[in-house]
């Protein structure tokens, strides 16, 4: 009887989003204060999405070639401590942009591997993928805040030690993380071009990119656009907080969710709600309670549609196929459209400011809700023959 490494799944999750919660906010500081140039930061800070483009999809290949996603897994973390580590010596501009280049590729390779060894690993059980993805959510808060506590106490380049506690962590777990049988679906032998040329999986991906660019001003703009109306920075993070810790719910009770409303229900739910959400963040930052109400939407915008999609990808990408779907929907979606969401908002913030900015950012969601409604059907997700058995989960910026 196969035994389902629930602690050691969760603890590698919680690790990988803590590494984020303990990066994202801060490095950018950190390099600050080694006299950078804003634009030689952004340069640095960019290659974690330009990485995302090709990373998940390159080992994703090779993992399927293989059929070892886990030996990948460990390679990757290894790879993606020795390449910060150099952060510890190097000071030129160009020796951090090759550190944070291998940092980058290595760390973005994983997860979507990752995600495939979790769902085999589920098998008949894959609702509870929620109940093992909501640590990465809980490793974030736990990041974002002790990470705010020691720099409150230790200068500033502590930062790296701590970031190298959350990638070490990382690495002990995909030591600890067995490999999992693949599970072999009728049509595991579909060659990847042949899927993609699948009139639902090209919208999926279409309406993943849209919401991924949506979210872009999110992520680089919103502290900012806080900071900007008084907000104080408490406040901001707690507001940062409270959007995740939606999330947590979300994963929590997804399995019932999606029981009783079903996988395109759930996509289209979360696309209006983004729409309706960044209107709310552009125009109503005047007022604590709207936007209170918008973070408390991001468990949808966030956790149910990434559920949601996730789950797809890995019904229509069966057997070797599945670390490549998960690659592309990373790629396609964090890498691509991640990027162009925050060159975009960066363009329209100069230009015309945080409203029509992030009405930019609703209007993508809108583009992704047109792009399920049209072309995802409900028997593409929620209806589905006795031979062929749906193995969906309800469950990754946090």
Same mark, same amino acid.
């Given at each position: #009887?196969? *035994? ?26 950190? =390099? ?11 340069? =640095?800070?960019?290659? #974690?999405? =330009? %990485? ?13 070639? %293989?059929?070892?996603?886990? !030996? ?43 995600? /495939? ?27 974002? %805040? ?19 506690? /959350? ?26 071009? *042949?899927?993609?040329?699948? *009139? ?10 849209? #919401? ?20 104080? /920075?408490?406040? !901001? ?38 729409? &309706?959400?960044?209107? %709310? ?10 936007? !209170? ?45 991640? =990027? ?35 072309? &995802? ?22």
């Amino acid at each position: #009887m196969h *035994t389902l490494p629930y602690w050691r799944l969760s603890g590698y999750y919680f690790f990988y989003f803590a590494f984020i919660g303990a990066f994202s906010p801060y490095f950018g500081l950190y =390099l600050q204060s080694l006299s950078f140039s804003a634009w030689d930061i952004g340069l =640095l800070m960019s290659q #974690m999405q =330009l %990485m995302r483009l090709s990373a998940p999809f390159i080992c994703g290949v090779l993992a399927d070639r %293989m059929a070892q996603r886990i !030996v990948v897994v460990r390679l990757a973390a290894l790879l993606s401590l020795l390449g910060f580590l150099a952060f510890f010596t190097v000071r030129s501009f160009e020796a951090m942009l090759i550190a944070m280049a291998l940092l980058a590729f290595f760390w973005s390779a994983a997860l979507p591997l990752v995600e /495939t060894v979790t769902f085999d690993h589920l098998r008949e059980d894959p609702a509870r993928y929620s109940r093992i993805r909501l640590w990465g959510s809980i490793g974030f808060i736990v990041a974002v %805040m002790g990470t705010g506590a020691v720099l409150d106490s230790l200068p500033l380049p502590s930062l790296l030690w701590v970031i190298v506690g /959350t990638l070490i962590g990382i690495l002990i777990y995909a030591l600890a993380v067995p490999e999992a049988p693949s599970q072999h679906l009728a049509r595991e032998h579909l060659p990847v071009a *042949t899927i993609l040329r699948q *009139t639902r999986v090209r919208a999926l991906f279409a309406a993943c990119f849209a #919401m991924s660019a949506a979210h872009g001003a999110l992520y680089v703009f919103y502290s900012i656009h806080l900071a900007d109306h008084h907000y104080s /920075t408490f406040l !901001v993070g707690s507001l940062w907080s409270l959007g995740v810790l939606t999330e947590i719910v979300v994963f929590f009770f997804m399995g019932g969710l999606l029981s009783r409303f079903g996988l395109r229900a759930i996509l289209l739910v979360s696309f209006a709600a983004a729409v &309706v959400r960044f209107l %709310m963040i552009g125009w109503g930052v005047a007022w604590l309670s709207v936007i !209170v109400l918008a973070q408390l939407l991001h468990g949808l915008t966030f956790g149910a549609y990434h559920a949601a999609a996730i789950a797809a990808i890995n019904r229509w990408f069966p057997g070797r196929c599945q670390a490549r779907g998960q690659a592309l929907y990373s790629s396609v979606s964090f890498g691509a459209g991640g =990027l162009v969401g925050s060159l975009l908002s960066g363009w329209t913030w100069e230009r015309w400011g945080a409203g029509p900015t992030y009405a930019l950012s609703s209007a993508f969601a809108l583009v992704g809700l047109l792009f399920v409604a049209r072309w &995802v059907k409900r028997t593409d997700l929620d209806e589905v023959s006795e031979k062929e058995p749906l193995r969906v989960a309800d469950g990754s910026h946090p």
